[in-house]
Protein backbone atom coordinates (compact mmCIF):
# COMPACT_ATOMS: atom_id res chain seq x y z
CA UNK A 1 0.00 0.00 0.00
CA UNK A 2 1.41 3.49 -0.81
CA UNK A 3 -0.14 6.94 1.11
CA UNK A 4 1.50 10.18 1.06
CA UNK A 5 0.79 13.12 3.62
CA UNK A 6 1.55 16.58 2.58
CA UNK A 7 2.64 18.87 5.30
CA UNK A 8 2.80 22.22 3.72
CA UNK A 9 6.12 23.71 4.69
CA UNK A 10 8.87 22.19 3.40
CA UNK A 11 10.66 23.24 6.39
CA UNK A 12 8.58 21.28 8.65
CA UNK A 13 9.22 18.64 6.71
CA UNK A 14 12.55 18.98 6.99
CA UNK A 15 12.09 19.05 10.74
CA UNK A 16 10.53 15.43 10.25
CA UNK A 17 12.90 13.51 8.31
CA UNK A 18 16.01 15.40 10.69
CA UNK A 19 19.78 15.60 9.75
CA UNK A 20 20.87 13.01 6.73
CA UNK A 21 17.22 11.83 6.61
CA UNK A 22 17.94 10.01 10.41
CA UNK A 23 14.50 10.46 11.34
CA UNK A 24 13.09 8.17 7.95
CA UNK A 25 15.80 5.92 8.09
CA UNK A 26 14.98 4.71 11.83
CA UNK A 27 11.09 4.55 10.81
CA UNK A 28 11.63 2.70 8.04
CA UNK A 29 14.32 0.42 10.09
CA UNK A 30 11.67 0.28 13.15
CA UNK A 31 8.16 0.17 11.08
CA UNK A 32 9.68 -1.78 8.21
CA UNK A 33 7.68 1.30 6.25
CA UNK A 34 9.68 2.76 3.56
CA UNK A 35 9.64 6.66 4.22
CA UNK A 36 10.36 9.39 1.39
CA UNK A 37 10.31 12.89 1.29
CA UNK A 38 10.20 15.52 -1.60
CA UNK A 39 9.34 18.90 -1.03
CA UNK A 40 6.57 19.06 1.80
CA UNK A 41 4.99 15.84 0.59
CA UNK A 42 5.87 12.41 2.97
CA UNK A 43 5.29 8.85 1.10
CA UNK A 44 4.44 5.74 2.90
CA UNK A 45 5.18 2.00 1.29
CA UNK A 46 4.69 -0.68 2.98
CA UNK A 47 1.78 -2.95 4.62
CA UNK A 48 -1.89 -1.06 5.04
CA UNK A 49 -2.03 -2.34 8.59
CA UNK A 50 1.65 -0.93 9.34
CA UNK A 51 1.52 2.32 7.06
CA UNK A 52 -2.16 3.32 8.33
CA UNK A 53 0.12 3.05 11.96
CA UNK A 54 3.00 5.20 11.01
CA UNK A 55 1.19 7.77 8.68
CA UNK A 56 -1.09 8.57 12.07
CA UNK A 57 2.36 8.91 14.26
CA UNK A 58 3.50 10.53 11.41
CA UNK A 59 0.39 13.07 11.13
CA UNK A 60 0.93 13.95 15.49
CA UNK A 61 4.23 15.21 15.29
CA UNK A 62 3.65 16.73 12.34
CA UNK A 63 1.08 18.97 14.34
CA UNK A 64 3.11 19.34 17.35
CA UNK A 65 6.05 20.33 15.03
CA UNK A 66 3.60 22.74 13.15
CA UNK A 67 2.64 24.48 16.79
CA UNK A 68 6.39 25.33 17.31
CA UNK A 69 7.11 22.28 19.51
CA UNK A 70 10.63 20.86 19.76
CA UNK A 71 10.11 17.20 18.76
CA UNK A 72 13.63 15.14 19.50
CA UNK A 73 14.99 12.07 17.48
CA UNK A 74 14.99 10.47 20.51
CA UNK A 75 11.32 11.38 21.39
CA UNK A 76 10.49 9.69 17.49
CA UNK A 77 12.19 6.46 17.75
CA UNK A 78 11.00 5.75 21.34
CA UNK A 79 7.19 6.57 19.89
CA UNK A 80 7.90 4.18 16.81
CA UNK A 81 9.34 1.77 18.52
CA UNK A 82 6.40 1.45 21.44
CA UNK A 83 3.93 1.29 18.32
CA UNK A 84 5.81 -1.46 16.11
CA UNK A 85 5.47 -3.42 19.95
CA UNK A 86 1.96 -2.93 19.83
CA UNK A 87 0.97 0.65 21.90
CA UNK A 88 -0.98 2.33 20.12
CA UNK A 89 0.07 5.74 21.19
CA UNK A 90 -1.76 9.91 20.69
CA UNK A 91 1.30 11.69 20.25
CA UNK A 92 -0.80 14.83 20.72
CA UNK A 93 -2.20 13.64 23.87
CA UNK A 94 0.80 12.57 25.42
CA UNK A 95 3.01 16.23 24.82
CA UNK A 96 -0.47 18.24 25.24
CA UNK A 97 0.09 18.79 28.76
CA UNK A 98 3.77 20.10 29.50
CA UNK A 99 4.21 19.02 33.55
CA UNK A 100 6.70 21.74 34.71
CA UNK A 101 9.36 20.66 37.16
CA UNK A 102 11.25 23.81 37.89
CA UNK A 103 11.28 27.46 36.27
CA UNK A 104 13.73 26.17 33.69
CA UNK A 105 12.87 22.74 32.93
CA UNK A 106 9.78 21.53 31.04
CA UNK A 107 9.03 17.91 31.28
CA UNK A 108 6.85 15.93 28.65
CA UNK A 109 5.87 12.65 29.32
CA UNK A 110 6.65 9.94 26.56
CA UNK A 111 4.72 6.83 27.63
CA UNK A 112 1.00 6.92 28.76
CA UNK A 113 2.74 5.48 31.86
CA UNK A 114 4.88 8.36 32.47
CA UNK A 115 1.58 10.53 32.14
CA UNK A 116 0.45 9.58 35.66
CA UNK A 117 3.75 9.02 37.48
CA UNK A 118 4.95 12.56 36.50
CA UNK A 119 1.69 14.52 37.51
CA UNK A 120 1.97 12.73 41.28
CA UNK A 121 5.71 13.69 41.27
CA UNK A 122 4.78 17.29 40.26
CA UNK A 123 1.59 17.35 42.65
CA UNK A 124 4.20 15.90 45.82
CA UNK A 125 6.58 18.42 45.39
CA UNK A 126 4.35 21.78 44.36
CA UNK A 127 1.27 21.94 46.91
CA UNK A 128 -1.52 23.54 45.14
CA UNK A 129 -3.32 25.33 48.19
Known sequence: MKKALTIGDEKHARTLSGDLDRNLKMIEQVTGVKVGIRGERVFFE??????????????DIVGNIQRGAAVSSEEMENLFRQ?????????????????????????????????????NQCANRWPTA
Open 46 to 59: GSAEKVNEVLRLVT
Open 83 to 119: SANGSHLDYTLLTSESIVITPRKTVVPKSLNQKPVQC
